[in-house]
């Protein structure tokens, strides 16, 4: 399969250059920000070719319970039991906290190591640099399987943030590897100074992808 700027729009409804369709050709990491509409929130992208076949990688980043182990930032990563979501929101603790240790011991009792159904449920603790607490959240997971792609997404259902949700878009590329699109909005509630927002794109977009790299040559 080769890249075009017509399969990107078609495909990721994303209009990248010939400069930067190049880049990803050679293995860079080319790394976009999108507006929101009505806000002044940046959707953070980040495409590349990882060196690996779909399957592989897909194994990566449905290593849900092992995020802490690589990737940045991650400090603690629990994929529970749906059944008790209920129970996990329903939890008398502060949730403004930036340690929610009431809820990773309980959710900790109802750790399972994978998905068992399309849909599933997911705590992550994420160390956030200075001046920014740590942040926290309850995703739901949902997993999209169709001809030749492989997609994962997820959105806030609880946390002390306004909003984080995002994707994972594998297709197969050139000689058993894969081309990734990774998008993430993280909306904390509070405005995000340029120079917080370019950290982010220009640093922690391509740390993600570099993780994963890593972590599929273990496979």
């Known amino acids: ?15 990248l250059t010939d400069q930067q369709i190049t880049e990803v050709k050679k293995g860079e990491i080319v790394r976009l920000l999108k507006s929101v509409a009505g806000t002044d929130i940046k959707n953070g992208i980040a495409v590349a070719v990882i060196d690996a076949p779909m399957q592989n990688v897909w194994k990566v980043i ?3 319970n092992n995020f802490k182990d690589f990737m940045p930032r991650v400090s603690e990563s629990i994929l529970f039991d749906s059944s008790v979501l209920r129970q996990a929101l329903d939890l008398n ?4 906290a930036s340690d929610p ?19 599933g449920h997911c705590f992550n603790l994420v160390d956030m640099p200075w001046p920014f607490k740590n942040i926290w959240y309850i995703i739901e997971l949902t997993d999209i399987k169709g001809n030749n792609m492989l997609q994962q997404t997820w959105n806030m259902i ?25 998008t993430a909005l993280v909306d904390i509630g509070t405005s995000i100074p340029d120079v917080f927002i370019n950290l982010g794109n220009n640093v922690l ?3 993600i992808i570099r993780s994963v790299r890593r972590r599929v040559k273990k496979i």
């Open 158 to 182: 609880a946390g002390n943030v306004k909003a984080d949700q995002g994707s994972w878009t594998l297709t197969p590329y050139a000689d058993d590897k894969t081309l990734v699109v990774y």
């Open 93 to 96: 603790f502060d949730h403004s």
């Open 101 to 119: 240790s009431v809820l990773i011991d309980f959710l900790k009792k109802h750790q399972i190591n994978e998905m068992t159904a399309a849909t």
């Open 62 to 64: 449905h290593d849900s």
């Open 205 to 207: 977009l391509p740390d």
């Open 1 to 15: 399969m080769d890249l075009t700027k017509e399969q990107f729009e078609k495909n990721y409804k994303l209009q």
